[in-house]
């Protein structure tokens, strides 16, 4: 089994690949620097440090599946995965959480009634929703809260903007920038998906101080230690 682990930045691919390491980088078009696992340890993960936000995650996971495909090789999963932020008191620092529903929250019009979703519009997709079996082999094997993520392209910065995402998208566990970007592209090329997050900080009020990054990257280490058994689980 072939695995693509798309993250944002290198921190988080570092973070993902210290669960398996060690790796050797090899480059992809386009530039992107491919961390794939050195010698033949099953299942194959490949991580890839993409840029932040959807569009970024888009084009760098195409370019991945794309590559991948047209040698013949191409990858059975395809993995969003870094640190975000959490919906409390469901997602506290420290956490982890896994999608069953990778929802992008703020693509559509504002209108006087309020927000509209793109699909509203009459144009394509607001959610993809990972294999649901998937899912809670994942949520069971690593400790993480199952339930939806959402991918915006602003971060939340205040409780009232916190509260309007809640109030839209009930029962979201978290919020980041990529999720939809790597689903999209999945879908694309008929890949199934599944998006990680570790919790830093909290979705509201920009408390830096507050933050726990480096307790968050050791979360996602941990989380992907139990990726292996979950997909060589019968």
Known sequence: ???????????????????????????????YPLHRPSGDRPPAVDVLAAGVGPAAAAAGTATALTAAALSGTPYDLAVSAGIGGGFAPAAPLGSLVVADEIVVADL??????????????????????PDPALVRSFAAASGAAAGPVLTVSTVTGSAERAAELAARHPGALAEAMEGFGVAEAA????????????????????ERDAWRIGPALAALTGAFGALPGVLSAP
């Not at 879908?187 to 920009?206: F, I, M, Q």
């Open 187 to 206: 879908a694309a090329h008929g890949v199934p998906v599944l998006e990680v997050r570790a919790v830093s900080n909290a979705v509201g009020p920009r």
């Open 108 to 129: 559509g019009a504002e209108t006087p009634e309020g927000f509209a979703p793109v699909t509203a519009l009459g144009f394509g997709t607001v959610a993809h929703r």
């Open 1 to 31: 089994m072939r695995v693509l682990v798309v993250t944002a930045v290198a921190a988080e691919r570092d973070a993902v690949c210290a669960a398996g390491g060690p790796y050797e980088a090899y480059g992809l078009p386009g530039g």
